[in-house]
Structure formats: structure tokens, C-alpha cells
T-cell receptor, first 108, second 113 residues
Framework: GQSLEQPSEVTAVEGAIVQINCTYQ??????LSWYQQHDGGAPTFLSY????GLEETGRFSSFLSRSDSYGYLLLQELQMKDSASYFC?????????FGSGTRLSIRP | ETGVTQTPRHLVMGMTNKKSLKCEQH?????MYWYKQSAKKPLELMFV???????ENNSVPSRFSPECPNSSHLFLHLHTLQPEDSALYLC????????????FGSGTRLTVV
């Protein structure tokens, strides 16, 4: 089967850096992606890693280690608008399976 | 708006009602998906349509019936639902074979009473 593990909640301070980890078990791995979802909103695509290493997009970076079945999302210079739920997701041939999500709360 | 539009945004229905959820995408994608999102649970994949054919039915009860008349439209027909079916139902689209970068609609918040 397929499963993903990520922390349910993370709290951080505005302006700081936070890392959200994700471990997975899957067959037919095609890549790890991350989505952001604000309360009442649609999940929106943030990043995708098919190969090992770090991908940077502005304040957000995503990392993948296929040998460890592990990845993380790094958010820098946190802003209050980054308060949301973040989902890691594993792709297979025809679909994406999502984790339960990490709720990120940011304090001033 | 994300390019994927879902209607209605909110729906309250009785257990004996029949209703339908609608999803429409204007992105030129050729794969569409239904997901169920319940509190504190992963998004659960329900159905996958690729090139207008159903390629996956993830052990979903028959009281949920999908329909994909063309690559831009996806429906979820509901009948004789149970209170535990109350959830946020999300539609997504992508290019077939691209298992990332899904575009989601804002969802239909369904309450079964």
C-alpha cells in the first residue's frame, strides 16, 4: 500500500524559518509534491521533486531523498499569510496520494 | 478562481435526496479527479478520469456515481447518502501523465442530514 507521514501541527514565529517533514511508503514512486491550502480554499500546487536534492522557488524550498523515502518543505521569512495547511503528496503512474496535512500556525 | 470551478459551494441534503456536484475546467487538461476531504484525514482519491474514461474507482460506495461527458466537465451524482459522507468534495484536473501540479477547485461542502 501507500502511506505518507507528516506532523499534524507546527507553530512558528513571523520572519523565522520552518521545515515540514514528510516520509512515505509507496510502490511505483514518481515524485514528491507539496500543496498549500488556506482555510476554506482550494489546495494549490507549490513544488515538485522527482530527483534527489533541493528545489528552490522564492521563499519556499523542497527537498527529496529517495533512498530515505523522505522529503521536506522549507519556508523562509515566514509571513502571516503563510498560515495554512501543507500537504505532501506522492505521485504514481495515474494519480497522487496525499498525506493528512500539517497545519502551520504563525505567531507575530 | 483557479481555473477549476465547482458548484454548488455548499450543499445540505437529506439521506433520501438525489443531488449532483459539478466541476468544470478551462485549462485544457485531459484528466480529472474527485477527492473527498474530511477533517484531520488525508485527501481521499475517489475517481480518476483520463481522456474521458474512468481509469480508477477507489472502492467508493455505489451511492456515489461519477460522470465525465467530456474533458472539461465532471459530475458526481449522489443518492441515499449517509451522515458520514459529509465532507468537502474536491475536483482537480491535470495533464494526463503529469502526476503533479494538479489544479483544484474550491470544493463543495456537503452536509448530509
Amino acid at each position: 500500500g501507500q502511506s505518507l507521514e507528516q506532523p499534524s501541527e507546527v507553530t512558528a514565529v513571523e520572519g523565522a524559518i520552518v521545515q515540514i517533514n514528510c516520509t512515505y511508503q509507496t510502490s511505483g514512486f514518481y515524485g514528491l509534491s507539496w500543496y498549500q491550502q488556506h482555510d476554506g480554499g482550494a489546495p494549490t500546487f507549490l513544488s515538485y521533486n522527482a530527483l534527489d536534492g533541493l528545489e528552490e522557488t522564492g521563499r519556499f524550498s523542497s527537498f527529496l531523498s529517495r533512498s530515505d523515502s523522505y522529503g521536506y518543505l522549507l519556508l523562509q521569512e515566514l509571513q502571516m499569510k503563510d498560515s495554512a495547511s501543507y500537504f505532501c503528496a506522492v505521485g504514481s503512474a495515474s494519480k497522487i496520494i496525499f498525506g493528512s496535512g500539517t497545519r502551520l500556525s504563525i505567531r507575530p | 478562481e483557479t481555473g477549476v470551478t465547482q458548484t454548488p459551494r455548499h450543499l445540505v441534503m437529506g439521506m433520501t435526496n438525489k443531488k449532483s456536484l459539478k466541476c468544470e475546467q478551462h485549462l485544457g487538461h485531459n484528466a480529472m479527479y474527485w477527492y473527498k476531504q474530511s477533517a484531520k484525514k488525508p485527501l481521499e482519491l475517489m475517481f480518476v478520469y483520463s481522456l474521458e474514461e474512468r481509469v480508477e474507482n477507489n472502492s467508493v460506495p455505489s451511492r456515489f456515481s461519477p460522470e465525465c461527458p467530456n474533458s472539461s466537465h465532471l459530475f458526481l451524482h449522489l443518492h441515499t447518502l449517509q451522515p458520514e459522507d459529509s465532507a468537502l468534495y474536491l475536483c482537480a484536473s491535470s495533464q494526463e501523465g503529469h502526476n503533479y501540479g494538479y489544479t483544484f477547485g474550491s470544493g463543495t461542502r456537503l452536509t448530509v442530514v
